[in-house]
């Protein structure tokens, strides 16, 4: 949902070079296992059990790679460091050995390869357990024990009008369908209508969906035997004329209605002020009835509830302000308050009162995360998101 016309600047691009011919490989399970570690796993939240390098750190695989060959150089190898290993002889702890072997790169080093593709870190993770480059381009994901890419099935988010609804990684509403049946779950929309309503398809063997109850996730085995995603027993779309976050234009089709984060229809209730949503590496954090982030103030306190953001200040910190009788939906709604200012009333969640960042261009952004080390997203209990 775009809030202004400012451009966004991208921070970070990378270039990605080719890289031809196929290198030498050859699996673990013919190789000696002597030698040291190089391969572990660890459980990352929402994301479950991943492949990491000796230290810990996240191994990633990319899109643009094929099995056997690494099409990630110069630029690219740099922001995304290739998993090496000094020779053949290494072996792996919590990973099938016969998923892993090696490659030999263009410039002579040896990279390590689960089912088949090349394995890198990432430049900007600086700690074991953190994954920046989830995600990224939409080409980069985490390498999974099986070697699949390991990706969210669903986050949350915000239509206006709606409050929280489900969406896919991308951000667009996810869809339920009145002939589909929940008992046993079975999806009735094919050919056709899956042009229309792409069904929501999981890798892995558990899906997982931020601020959603696990026990509601399940998956469906489609004619083409792929695994869709299931809410609630309730197959999973999109909509193909929905182009951007925020869109529900799905909802005035018959038999088709948005999803609610407890699987059951969304319905429209246009008193909804404050809700919540999954924002980056956030996880779940409040935000206003568009799905913009809301955020807190250090310098502002909790008891009394006291806002020290005037002038200059509240033009790049705007208020969040709400009406007589507004709504709240997945923040606990006894958390939630308000205080006088300027003739009208500004959000509080847990005293602390709430704002909006100038720099934030579309929903799920959160570019004031962390500004001058005193402004934070606020998440849905009002502690600090990130920390």
């Not at 099995?67 to 290739?82: F, L």
């Not at 899906?207 to 809410?231: N, W």
């Not at 206003?288 to 909790?302: H, I, P, V, W």
């Not at 939906?329 to 003739?343: H, K, N």
Request: glycine share 12%; hydrophobic share 35%.
């Amino acid at each position: 949902m775009i809030r202004r016309s400012v451009a966004v600047v991208a921070l970070g691009l990378i270039s990605l070079t080719a890289c031809a011919g196929t290198p030498e490989s050859k699996p673990v399970a013919q190789q000696q296992q002597e030698g040291a570690v190089a391969l572990k796993t660890a459980e990352i939240v929402d994301l479950g059990s991943v492949v990491t390098d000796d230290k810990g750190f996240t191994l990633y695989r990319f899109d643009n790679d094929k099995p056997g060959e690494s099409t990630c150089d110069g630029e690219c190898a740099a922001a995304w460091p290739p998993a090496t290993v000094p020779g053949e002889n290494f072996s792996v702890d919590g990973v099938d050995q016969g998923l892993v072997g090696s490659i030999v790169r263009k410039d002579g080093s040896r990279q390590i390869t689960v089912d088949g593709m090349p394995q890198y870190r990432f430049a900007k993770d600086t700690k074991p357990g953190e994954t920046k480059g989830q995600g990224l381009q939409g080409k980069w994901f985490a390498t999974g024990t099986d070697g699949a890419r390991t990706q969210l099935a669903a986050r949350t988010g915000v239509v206006a009008g709606l409050g929280a609804v489900l969406t896919n990684n991308a951000g667009l509403t996810l869809y339920r369908f009145d002939d589909d049946t929940a008992q046993p779950p079975a999806s009735n929309c094919d050919g056709g209508c899956a042009e229309n309503w792409p069904p929501v398809v999981v890798e892995g063997d558990t899906p997982r969906v931020k601020g959603v109850d696990p026990k509601l996730l399940g998956t469906v085995t489609r004619k083409d035997g792929k695994k869709q995603l299931t809410v609630a027993n309730w197959p999973q779309y999109t909509f193909k004329n929905d182009s951007k976050p925020g869109e529900a234009k799905g909802v005035t089709v018959p038999k088709w209605s948005a999803t609610a984060t407890d699987g059951k229809k969304a319905q429209q209730n246009k008193a909804i002020a404050l809700t919540s949503a999954t924002v980056g590496d956030l996880g779940v954090v409040a935000t206003d009835s568009d799905g913009m982030t809301l955020y807190r103030f250090d310098d502002d306190t909790a008891d009394p509830p006291t806002s020290n953001c005037s002038g200059d200040c509240a033009v790049q910190w705007p208020p969040a302000f709400v009406s007589e009788g507004f709504q709240v939906q997945g923040v606990d709604a006894s958390l939630v308050g308000t205080i006088e200012r300027d003739g009208k009333k500004q959000l509080t969640i847990a005293g602390l009162p709430q704002y909006l960042f100038a720099g934030d261009e579309v929903c799920g952004e959160a570019n004031g995360q962390g500004v001058g080390g005193k402004w934070w997203a606020t998440k849905a209990d009002g502690s600090r998101a990130g920390r």
